[in-house]
Every structure is written in structure tokens, then in C-alpha cells.
């Protein structure tokens, strides 16, 4: 019998010890919060990815009457950027999120399993981590990688 044991290790800063780059890819996921579409679950949702040509490319949740046509900000941001830009890699997402209040959440919002298996697509597809931020009320935590959050994820059918 064998074991594996596996661990992540995620970072928190505050908002203003982040470097520029990423604190603009913070804001403008804060930012793109206000263009969710969300009027079943009042939780907006915004998702900043950084290409490696440097565009900043955004997303928001969009929700549907049929649910399940609905999409996550995550993905949003993930596929407009592939359709956008093919072949640019992705270097970092940020993701950040408003409750029913309208407040940014206390806590911070990780993507979906759905969105990780979505992104992972991407960062296989870029050859190198790509860095997730998630935004909270004040802090940032910050996770290596697409992989690091999806452990034994599905990457091949041959
Ligand atoms: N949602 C996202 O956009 N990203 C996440 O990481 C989690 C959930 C959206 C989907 C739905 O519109 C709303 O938040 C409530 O689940």
C-alpha cells in the first residue's frame, strides 16, 4: 500500500501589498462584478484573467432562466479570452465576488470545480502556472496554480 499525500500552499496578502500588475487584475475583477447577471442568485460574480500579451480580459456570471444554461464569471472570462486571443497564454485570474448585499464577500470566492477543470484546459495550454487570486472584503489569497486546486483532475481520454 502506498500513500500520497498532497498539499497546496496558498498565500494572503493585504490588497495593498500586492505588486501593481496584480493588484489591477484584482480591481478589475472587483470591477467586473458590476456587470454580473445575476437576478436568480444575487451573487455577482467578476473574473480577471491576464494574457501574456498583457490585455486584461473580463468576465461576469450570467445567469438564465433555465439554470443550467447560466455560466460562472470564471468561465466567462475563460472563454472569451480563448476566443479572443487563441494561443495567448494565460498568466493569473482573479476572481472576486458580491453577496446579496452588495458587498464584496467577506470571505473569498474560489472557483467552481467546473470552472477549474475549465481552466486547467488553458493552463495546460500555457505551458506554466497559471496564479489565482481571490479577492475577500480586504485580503487576497493566492493560490500557485489551476492544478493545485483541482488535484487528480480528468486531463486526458486515450
Ligand atoms: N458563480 C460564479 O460565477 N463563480 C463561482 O466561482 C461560483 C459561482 C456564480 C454562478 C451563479 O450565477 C452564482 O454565482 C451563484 O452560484
Redesign the pocket.
Known amino acids: 500500500m502506498k500513500t500520497t499525500d498532497i498539499t497546496l500552499r496558498l498565500e494572503q496578502y493585504d490588497i495593498d501589498e500586492l505588486n501593481a500588475a496584480d493588484r489591477e487584475l484584482v480591481e478589475a475583477a472587483t470591477k467586473a462584478t458590476e456587470r454580473s447577471y445575476?437576478p436568480?442568485?444575487h451573487?455577482s460574480?467578476g473574473a480577471a484573467i491576464r494574457l501574456d500579451n498583457g490585455v486584461i480580459v473580463e468576465g461576469a456570471?450570467q445567469?438564465n432562466v433555465a439554470y443550467p444554461s447560466?455560466t460562472?464569471?470564471?468561465r466567462s472570462a475563460c472563454f472569451y479570452a480563448g476566443a479572443t486571443y487563441p494561443g495567448v497564454a494565460f498568466r493569473a485570474i482573479a476572481?472576486a465576488?458580491r453577496g446579496t448585499d452588495g458587498e464584496l464577500t467577506e470571505n473569498a470566492?474560489?472557483?467552481?470545480g467546473a470552472?477549474r477543470q475549465a481552466l486547467l484546459e488553458y493552463e495546460k495550454l500555457a505551458g506554466a502556472p497559471v496564479r489565482v487570486l481571490l479577492r475577500s472584503r480586504d485580503k487576497v489569497v493566492v493560490a500557485p496554480s489551476i492544478a493545485s486546486l483541482l488535484p487528480l483532475a480528468f486531463v486526458d481520454f486515450n
Open positions: 445575476a436568480y442568485s451573487f460574480v456570471n445567469e447560466g460562472c464569471a470564471e476572481i465576488a470566492t474560489a472557483p467552481c470552472c
